[in-house]
């Protein structure tokens, strides 16, 4: 059974930063790509961020210049260390992985097999 753990949430204060760990039983790790979405409340889940198996990450508009997303492949683990953080950043961020091996991207909720259980950013003003 695949798990992706996460792990890294919390509350924090506007222009704050947070790093979310996505940790993946799948196996190899490095020939998935990986994404991360959000879901703000109320809201439907939106993405975030994506990274190729060959490294090359993709950003939303809206986190683009203040996200970064990498992984380490001996872990199996990608990273999403987040910055300058604010108010409309709140919401459960979710890992995610498609079926196969070599998917360009994940960037859509239809390219994903497997979720995460989420974990809640809380950005105060």
């Known amino acids: 059974q695949v798990q992706l753990v996460e792990s890294g949430g919390g509350l924090v204060q506007a222009g704050g930063s947070l790093r979310l760990s996505c940790t993946a039983s799948?196996?190899?790790?490095?020939?998935?790509?990986m994404g991360w979405f959000r879901q703000a409340p109320g809201a439907e889940r939106e993405f975030v961020a994506a990274?190729?198996?060959?490294?090359?990450?993709y950003y939303a508009d809206s986190v683009k210049g203040r996200f970064t997303l990498s992984r380490d492949n001996a872990k199996n683990t990608i990273y999403l260390q987040m910055n300058s953080l604010k108010p409309k950043d709140t919401a459960v961020y979710y890992c995610?992985?498609?079926?196969?091996?070599?998917?360009?991207?994940?960037?859509?909720?239809?390219?994903?097999?497997?979720w995460g259980k989420g974990t809640l950013i809380t950005v105060s003003s």
């Open positions: 995610a992985a498609p079926s196969e091996v070599h998917t360009l991207v994940v960037r859509s909720g239809y390219d994903v097999k497997y």
């Open positions: 799948l196996r190899p790790f490095s020939s998935y790509s």
């Open positions: 990274i190729s198996w060959t490294s090359d990450s």
